[in-house]
């Protein structure tokens, strides 16, 4: 057995292929449609949901993959097939990894299945983190959830923007400040159930995109939002002890303590789930940049100018040769993050934020090169890299733009407090 392998197994290997075909045949063909109308393709999830890809137990079983690799593997294929379109297949997961990141078993055993529904009725998931002045910085969130003590409800007002299923999500996980003055230590997630739509939570403006079309984004607005005690993700009680640890570290800070000895006395807030889901999100990315990098290629190889293939020019060939680098490249950052995630060793160098950093900004590299490579045809709709060009930009934007990567980076790499 040797002691390095990235050999993937026999499962990973089927499970690739699979999706591979489902990506192919019905992902790809429905992409410029969907990208068109702008809306949530219900009939493409309908057929992932009948096919057993949009499930509770798909993700799982893929969670559960001691190698960290399958979530990935996944990722890559179904973004392969169109962004925009997978985004609206795995945007619940958002919602689901804050659940199972923050709530008590009992709550992870009753809301995630709520997440995805069944296969003849589909459900999806929404996690509502950003809001129109708090998107790089989190920790300036104004949306507040006070507990009212005589009725053990939480009473959440704020509005959230840029929200993925915002709005048409079945289940909304919200994080609001429960103590403002504490910033992101003050902080708490609540999971929100379809009843209240309409009830305190609603749908505001949907955002018209540069790109992932397919994926509904849209504020969430919440307006004396009324939700049980028991919305609030994780023991109150466990909520209480970390704001008073919080409150202690606030207050040695204020008395010119050192950070590091203030930090022992402070919890760290909900943004675990961002972490974990960054090489995923950067597999996402790899699938964009595979998808173009192949169209690209082969192009380059039936297109004829002055008598001869395209690819046969060094210009043309050498573009495709850094594209295929970085391209597994990035590939690779993304398999170790997920593996190092995966095995809980922590990321000493930002490791996480390294393959989204750089997947996000292949996919936008690659695929302007692809653009390139087709020359005028890759500058219309008739073709497809224009729209791969469009979906990748996201990926230098969301879950932590390239700039808010490269701050954890630096402070991991550099122990400094880089602002
Ligand atoms: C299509 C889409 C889907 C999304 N889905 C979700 C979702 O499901 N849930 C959710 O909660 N959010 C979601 N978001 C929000 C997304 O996470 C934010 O847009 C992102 O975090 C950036 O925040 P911002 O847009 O406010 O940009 P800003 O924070 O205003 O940043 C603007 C620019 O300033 C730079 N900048 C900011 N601070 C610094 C700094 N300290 N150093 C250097 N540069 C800095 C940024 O890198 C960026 O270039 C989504 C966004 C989009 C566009």
Known sequence: MPAFSLALSEDQTTLQKW?????????????????????????????????????????????????????????????????GIGLSLVGTTLGAAGILSNGTLDQIGEWIPQCFGTE?????????????????????????????????EWVLNGVKTWITNGGIADVHVVVAAVDPALKARG???????????GKGLAQGQKFKKHGIRASHTSEVILDDLRLPGSALLGEKPRLDERLARARERAAALARGESVQSARQKGGQAAMATFES???????????IARAAYEYALDYAGRRE?????????????????????????????????????????????????????????????????AIQILGGNGYTRDYPVERWHRDAKIYTIFEGTSEIQRLIISRAISGHQIP
């Open 19 to 83: 999706l591979h075909e489902f990506a192919a045949d019905v992902i790809r063909p429905a992409a410029a449609e969907w990208d068109e109308k702008e809306e949530t393709p219900w009939p493409v999830i309908q057929d992932a949901a009948k096919a057993g890809i949009y499930s509770l137990d798909f993700f799982a079983e893929a969670w559960r993959d001691e190698s960290g690799i399958s979530l990935p593997l996944i990722m890559e294929e179904l973004f392969w097939g169109d962004a």
């Open 277 to 287: 889901s960054r090489p995923a999100v950067g597999a996402q990315a790899v699938g």
């Open 187 to 197: 902080q708490a997630s609540f999971v929100v159930g379809p009843e209240f739509k």
């Open 305 to 369: 100018q002055f008598g001869r293939p395209i690819v046969q020019n060094q210009g043309i060939a050498f573009m495709l040769a850094d594209m295929k680098t970085a391209l597994d490249a990035s590939r690779l950052l993304v398999w170790r993050a997920a593996w190092m995630g995966k095995n809980n060793i922590p990321f000493t160098a930002g490791e996480g934020s390294m393959s989204k950093l750089y997947a996000g900004e292949t996919a936008v590299q690659v695929t302007e090169k």
């Open 120 to 152: 003849n009725d589909v459900k999806l998931a929404a996690l509502a983190v950003s809001e129109p002045n708090a998107g790089s910085d989190v920790s300036s969130m104004k949306t507040t959830a006070v507990y009212d003590e005589a009725r053990d």
